[in-house]
């Protein structure tokens, strides 16, 4: 990996388009595999994010004290 990395940065090598059809379709093929096979990935990863996203105080030193009075801060502004 970190060698394609460094071809890529250095331009030792470029992407150029298949020549032939017979060339595209097994790009597309694998494509379609290699997506596939990622979806669970990055349904779970969705899962997770949304689960941060509304439980911050799961990954935080949680102080009651402070969080009341973020709510009683909450309701007076409301």
Do not use: C, W
């Amino acid at each position: 990996m970190f060698t394609l990395v460094m071809y890529e940065l250095l331009g030792i090598m470029t992407l150029t388009p298949p020549s032939e059809f017979k060339v595209l379709v097994p790009r597309f093929i694998a494509t379609f595999f290699m997506h596939a096979a990622l979806q669970g990935e990055i349904k779970s990863g969705i899962r997770i994010m949304k689960y941060v996203a509304n439980h911050p105080f799961s990954f935080r030193k949680f102080e009651q004290d402070h969080h009341d009075k973020l709510e009683e801060k909450e309701s007076k502004i409301e």
